[in-house]
């Protein structure tokens, strides 16, 4: 991002616990601590005090706690603002802009808790605006395509933008070269256009040719959790309920599932995603909560605001 002047938080790296520890004791304001490599989503850490930040260095750089992903650690300026994902199909020279979407990554009600893969998500995002699109273009993901390009790497696939923005203007968070769980849930459900033709379109360069047509509709899906994550959590519970919640026009999408004998029982922290499409962002809500009050298994936790503030701002 520094080579090619795409806007992010200032951050520095360190592989060692002393020049981190340095580091960190001069700094104003308390930093963002990111494992640098892979965690399930449980690599980023947003202390409140010099001595959680302490820990989460420790852990990860002496502790090990985080295996190999915690060799590289970034402290990382601490920005604020909501985010949203935006991702874009690329064919190494041209974009094409997917709906904007909201994750939201803490546990609990209200962004409290520690932070998950993702508990729900919501699109299009009332927050991204036509102008706010075109800067996104213009700033983030063409620099990006560009820049990767000149530099001999031409990206083809799906660009995923998590932007911020800060009362300082956007700033990029992270790039991931791929679609988003759970945005994916609620992105491609809205795509009309054939997905086959628009990817074959992607690795044949012809990117240009397409216009994307989305349905005009709000989706939203909640995740259910099991109990006890991001934390250690068991498997094996049966999952009831699943076809009702189809029967309602919800989707299902399954991510921590097994099959045992026959039954679907849960296998993983983040178990399944419940999506509801409907006109407006209100009934989308509406529809993907009443499928989550079809399943039910034990232990399991989902946040019951997922998308509240878009639909009711102030909220
Ligand atoms: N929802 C965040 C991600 O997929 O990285």
């Not at 985010?83 to 064919?91: K, Q, T, Y």
């Not at 993702?118 to 075109?134: H, K, S």
């Not at 911020?164 to 609620?186: H, I, K, S």
């Amino acid at each position: 991002m520094r080579r090619h002047a795409i806007p992010t938080g200032q951050a520095r790296s360190f592989d060692a616990l002393e020049p981190a520890l340095d580091y960190l004791h001069g700094l104003a304001a308390m930093p963002v601590i990111k494992a640098s490599g892979l965690a399930a989503g449980k690599g980023v850490i947003l202390p409140s005090t010099m001595a959680e930040a302490e820990d989460a260095l420790r852990a990860m750089l002496t502790e090990r706690q985080f295996g190999d992903a915690g060799d590289t650690v970034l402290l990382e300026e601490r920005l604020v603002g909501p985010e949203l994902s935006v991702l874009a199909f690329c064919d190494g020279k041209t974009l094409r802009v997917l709906p904007a979407a909201q994750d939201h990554k803490r546990l609990l009600d209200d962004d409290k808790g520690p932070n998950t893969g993702g508990m729900g998500a919501y699109a299009p995002a009332p927050l991204m605006t036509p102008a706010l699109q075109a800067q996104v273009e213009r700033k983030v993901l063409y620099p990006a395509l560009r820049g990767m390009a000149a530099e001999g790497m031409p990206y083809v696939g799906v660009l995923y933008a998590g932007i911020m923005l800060t009362p300082a203007g956007l700033r990029v968070l992270e790039f991931n070269c791929r679609l988003g769980d759970p945005e994916t849930q609620v992105i491609l459900p809205l795509l009309e256009s054939d997905l086959v033709e628009v990817l074959h379109a992607c690795v044949t360069q012809r990117l240009e040719d397409v216009a994307l047509q989305w349905r005009p509709a709000s989706a939203v899906t909640v995740v259910m959790a099991a109990g006890g994550y991001p934390g250690p959590y068991a498997g094996g519970a049966p999952i009831r309920g699943l076809a009702a919640a189809e029967a309602l026009g919800c989707t299902v999408f399954h991510a921590g599932t097994a099959l045992e004998n026959g039954e679907v029982v849960t296998a993983g922290g983040r178990v399944l995603s419940v999506t509801g499409i409907a006109p407006t962002l209100p009934e989308a809500i509406a529809r993907a909560y009443a499928g989550i009050g079809e399943i039910h298994f034990e232990g399991a936790h989902h946040r019951t605001d997922i998308a509240r503030r878009a639909a009711q701002p102030g909220t």
